[in-house]
């Protein structure tokens, strides 16, 4: 088959690779139909978490059902499917807490409770390195999903892939962020980053009855794109944090936003001096992002951070957490517990995702793809890719 492998930071190609099998009785096949590029991909595609071997990346993925093991129980060939991005057991102490990222048998190899920087991870994801399961990704005409009888989902067939396929990522990782602040009705909520997570987040605030969202990122076309397809009110970044944070507590009489959501993670725009700052400190990207929450958000606050932090930073500010009292949450998103309320929203037409979709192009052209996606090329801000062209 065809499959998108990195071999190494900048390089994705477009790879003949075996067929995947069976492995296990609880497997299956699937011939994956869409898939989509994740900014988290991009964090392996800039070496930032490395992956030393070729790998076919994705976790964003859904198709048509080729394949079953023995022991699958409710699901058959033929089945038109989404599949969550954390690989979940299904019946270990954490996955029977909804906390599937968690998963204490999916990544054997590399799973511990520490969560260190290169040692004792979570449990296992599609396409996400071997420091998280080595299992490989969607992106591809074929994958193995193993433990099948709990994580995916039949979808309706009056429906598109492009109306389906961020149900096993981004949408649910969006909604998780106003989750974990308890949203109930009235609030204001502060996205940094519009990008397609940043995107997903605001929808699914206003979908929890959030009166003002506030969209804040670096590039004017992607806030553009945000205010169409949210309805949020959007803040330039332009150079300093202290002037985004000054505009959000000017739009909240002083206070702060109830809630800010880092949708950006260690990996934001810098400058030369935030990178020698980086290298002096002896740090992997940085922390300014969360750093502009913890500021922007009022006293009592809750920060959610889905952006991906996956290493040590000194300086962080302790202090301000304590003295404003602040709720911090984070981590990989619960895919399979909000996945069923969410696919109804689709459903029943209260939320639409395929509107954030800017570039639809071939797995063949993969490299070109990858790399529109990371420098932001025509206005990019999400690419599906179709593994049969």
């Not at 109930?184 to 990008?195: L, P, S």
């Not at 998103?333 to 459903?347: G, S």
Request: hydrophobic share 40%; with cysteine.
């Amino acid at each position: 088959m065809k499959a998108a492998v990195i071999h190494g930071q900048g390089s994705i190609q477009y790879d003949t690779v075996e067929d995947p099998t069976l492995k296990k009785q609880d497997d299956i096949i699937i011939k994956v139909t869409s898939t989509a590029i994740c900014g988290s991909d991009l964090h392996i595609y800039s070496g930032g978490i490395p992956q030393p071997r070729p790998m076919v990346l994705g976790h964003e993925f859904m198709g048509i059902i080729e394949e079953v093991g023995t022991g699958i129980n409710h699901l058959k060939v033929g089945d038109r499917i989404i599949v969550p991005f954390p690989i979940s057991c299904g019946t270990c102490f954490f996955c029977n807490h909804e906390l599937p990222g968690h998963c204490e048998n999916s990544n054997p190899d590399h799973y511990g409770p520490e969560g260190g920087v290169l040692t004792e991870k979570g449990g296992a994801m599609f396409g996400y390195t071997d420091l998280y399961g080595g299992i490989d990704g969607g992106q591809a005409q074929y994958v193995r999903v193993p433990y099948a009888n709990v994580s995916p989902r039949v979808v309706p067939e009056h429906l598109s892939d492009e109306q389906l396929l961020f149900l096993t990522d981004i949408f649910p990782t969006g909604y998780s962020a106003v989750d974990w602040a308890n949203i109930k009705g009235g609030e204001t909520v502060a996205i940094f980053g519009a990008g397609p997570v940043g995107l997903m987040a605001a929808k699914s605030a206003y979908l929890r009855g959030a009166e003002l969202v506030i969209l804040v990122d670096t590039l004017a076309y992607r806030l553009e794109k945000g205010k169409l397809t949210t309805g949020s009110e959007i803040v330039l970044w332009e150079t300093d944090a202290k002037d985004v944070v000054e505009k959000i507590r000017a739009m909240t009489n002083g206070r702060g936003a109830d809630v800010c959501i880092d949708a950006v993670g260690f990996e934001p725009d810098r400058s030369i001096l935030d990178r020698a700052k980086a290298v002096i400190n002896f740090e992997k990207g940085s922390v300014k992002v969360l750093e502009a929450c913890m500021s922007a958000v009022r006293r009592g606050g809750t920060v959610s951070v889905l952006g991906v932090y996956p290493y040590l930073y000194d300086n962080f500010p302790i202090g301000q957490f304590f003295d404003k009292g602040l709720t911090i949450k984070g981590g990989q998103a619960p895919v399979q517990k909000h996945i069923d309320k969410l696919l109804e929203y689709v459903i029943e037409g209260k939320v639409e995702l395929d509107d954030i979709i800017t570039h639809r192009l071939p797995l063949s052209e993969v490299s070109d793809a990858y790399d529109i996606f990371k420098k932001r090329i025509d206005a990019c801000v999400k690419v599906v890719l179709d593994p049969w062209t």
